[in-house]
């Protein structure tokens, strides 16, 4: 299955949010206007290796899989003593799409999972040992995690209610090592205070326009958000993983055993709050991957629980018969997926396909190239990140490439090379009807359509491309904040908010 990860990895394209923290990763910035920093190190990481190849930038999620899947072992190791609980909890990843095979596609929640998993490990260790030390290593692996994601603030329930729910409570909350944790955890995030402290707090607002917004309830954005846990996680394994964690939750509060608080309340408190904002608000398909190793953890460990408590021989054989159930067909379900991205002719399912929709740029790329030479721009620029990064990624230097608009995302980019920009012909790529854009009327450009290049993916349009010559005005690359430039957009389902 690593195998399968790592051809994934070197032959299909990359999608343009991986494009765009690929750019993060050539800049010396300490955070970044939409996440933390470590997803950035983590590519750094890869392409000092590889180089910018597709593998280089995915090499880290491939190997965070591997670190993931190790801590789980290693965590049902000490719970249950159990060789077929070990093997289910390195399995159940494999069998969950997300997992299985898209780990292998960057993105911050691939730096956030082993961090946070590595996280309850210590804590496990903690139990284990009884020395209260392992608390360090526990606030320094939740440094680690808002390093990577903020989403990683969801797991303080569960901690706090590991410390505080079992009879221990009196003794961790009179000993410095939970606090010295804490401490630990704020330092190492000192890099995104710091940064957000020099620039008006930009990534906490751009964050709580998401968190705070609350628009109609919807139907349709609540059947996303279960569709793509299903998609993602597994038809059987989601309820399965979701059974197992509801009855650990049960054994662990009845019983205050802090394992299984701690495992259980890590997912089901993140899961409550998605399917909470769900209810009016479009949830990434990313946003909860953290949460579900522990389920995976939670359900091995059940599987070994229920006989220790004497439950029916038949509900013990249904659950290991869901649960193999599960790991079969997820782990066949993630081949074909794999096999019809990577071996598959066909697009079957249209523009919508999660993958083809962000591929096929080489003919733009083509096309731009050549409009270059004809005009003598010697930039490019763009109206959206999205297409902003995967022209520097496939230009990778040779061109600058800038995006005009939306400059809050870019504060401490490097400079792309004003003497390239300055006083010269540009080039605009913009997906229609983004040429539309009145953003436009704020500058005094003039611009000269050329031509109209379509991005096609297995023999369908996916969008359509305009090309324009651009004189008369440089972009700015350091906007006033005040300026219609700078501001960056949020888009949340039907919401369009100006931060």
């Not at 394994?237 to 964690?245: K, S």
Request: charged share 15%; with cysteine; aromatic share 14%.
């Amino acid at each position: 299955m690593t195998a399968l990860r790592v051809t994934y990895a070197c032959l299909t394209e990359l999608r343009t949010d991986e494009a765009y923290y690929w750019t993060w990763s050539k800049e010396s910035a300490l955070s970044f206007l939409d996440h933390p920093p470590m997803i950035a190190w983590f590519i750094r990481f890869g392409t000092a290796i590889f180089g910018d190849t597709n593998f280089g930038v995915r090499f880290a999620g491939v190997l965070a899989m591997l670190v993931t899947q190790l801590l789980l072992a290693d965590i049902v190791r000490r719970v249950t003593h159990d060789a077929r609980a070990i093997v289910f909890a390195v399995l159940m990843p494999e069998a969950a799409l997300y997992y299985g095979l898209l780990m292998a596609k960057v993105s911050p929640d691939i730096a956030l999972i082993p961090f946070a998993v590595a996280m309850v490990w210590a804590l496990v260790r903690l139990v284990e040992s009884n020395d209260g030390r392992w608390w360090l290593a526990a606030g320094a692996f939740a440094g680690l995690s808002l390093l990577s994601k903020f989403t990683a603030i969801m797991l303080l329930p569960a901690v706090a209610a590991f410390m505080l729910v079992p009879d221990w409570r009196a003794r961790w909350l009179l000993s410095p090592y939970p606090w010295l944790a804490a401490l630990i955890a704020v330092v190492l995030f000192l890099p995104v205070l710091i940064w957000n402290a020099g620039h008006d707090w930009a990534s906490f607002r751009f964050q709580l326009v998401r968190a705070a917004a609350t628009p109609e309830i919807s139907l349709r954005t609540l059947g996303e958000f279960l569709s793509l846990q299903f998609g993602l996680v597994g038809f059987i394994l989601l309820p399965v993983v979701l059974t197992g964690t509801s009855l650990t939750a049960w054994r662990g509060y009845r019983q205050r055993e802090s394992i299984a608080i701690l495992l259980s309340t890590s997912v089901l408190v993140p899961f409550c709050y998605f399917f909470w904002k769900s209810l009016t608000l479009r949830v990434g398909d990313t946003w909860p991957m953290f949460l579900w190793p522990m389920g995976f953890a939670a359900t091995a460990i059940n599987l070994v629980q229920m006989p220790r408590e004497n439950w029916s021989a038949r509900m013990i054989g249904s659950t290991l018969r869901w649960a193999k159930a599960a790991v079969v067909s997820g782990i066949a379900f993630v081949v074909i997926v794999f096999l019809y991205y990577v071996a598959a002719p066909w697009n079957l399912i249209g523009r919508t396909d999660p993958v083809g929709g962000e591929a096929g740029y080489e003919r733009l790329v083509e096309r731009a190239q050549a409009q270059l030479q004809e005009t003598g721009a010697t930039f490019i620029a763009t109206t959206d990140y999205r297409t902003y990064a995967m022209l520097r990624w496939y230009f990778n230097g040779r061109v600058p490439v800038v995006q005009i608009n939306e400059r809050g995302r870019f504060q401490d980019f490097r400079d792309p090379g004003v003497n390239a920009i300055a006083g010269h012909t540009g080039l605009y790529v913009a997906r229609e009807p983004d040429q539309l854009s009145a953003i436009w009327s704020a500058t005094t450009a003039k611009r000269e359509p050329l031509e109209r290049v379509d991005r096609s993916w297995r023999g369908i349009v996916m969008d359509t491309y305009a090309l324009e010559k651009l004189t008369g005005w440089t972009p700015e690359l350091a906007p006033p904040r005040d300026s219609p430039l700078f501001r960056w957009r949020v888009l949340a389902g039907n919401i369009r908010s100006a931060a």
